[in-house]
């Protein structure tokens, strides 16, 4: 019986190197977007879409881990044992599950966050008939 793990020849120093240069694209991602919610003319519309941006890329996300999950068991030659292939493919892919699901609370928490603080009070105070603060009309007998 042939062993799964015989077919993936990754060392641990080959899974550091290649897990660099994705936190510092992670890094400089999260730069770019708080540098563009700072620069933004409306930081709340900037903000539901940074939300909305880190839901639909943590969906994605977790699509893709669930079909590479299937299409890896399913190519599985008739001699290897499939639970441990589950097993081993969970174990690696665990923590971009992990990371997906955080994504995902972390987008909603956002988009759901700045759309709330909208102010809807405010747009209702500016429509009613009280008197709006501001300088006297002309011609009335407002003493300053």
């Known amino acids: 019986m042939r062993s799964f793990l015989s077919a993936v020849p990754i060392t641990l120093a080959a899974a550091v190197a290649s897990a660099v240069p994705i936190a510092l694209a992670a890094a400089v991602a999260c730069l770019v ?20 941006g880190l839901v639909v890329g943590a969906a994605v996300l977790r699509v893709l881990v ?15 044992d499939p639970a441990a292939a589950g097993a081993v493919y969970d174990t690696l892919t665990g923590f971009l599950t992990t990371a997906a699901w955080a994504a995902l ?25 009280a008197p709006r603060p501001g300088p006297a009309p002309a011609g009335s007998r407002v003493r300053s």
Do not use: C, E, N
């Not at 759309?115 to 105070?125: C, I, K, Y």
């Open 33 to 52: 977007a708080a540098a563009g919610a700072v620069r933004a003319v409306r930081r709340r519309r900037a903000l539901i879409g940074m939300g909305a």
């Open 66 to 80: 669930a079909v590479g999950r299937s299409r890896t068991l399913g190519g599985l030659p008739a001699d290897s």
């Open 105 to 129: 609370a972390v987008g909603l928490v956002l988009a759901l966050g700045a759309w709330l603080t909208g102010r809807p009070w405010r747009r209702a105070r500016r429509d009613s008939a």
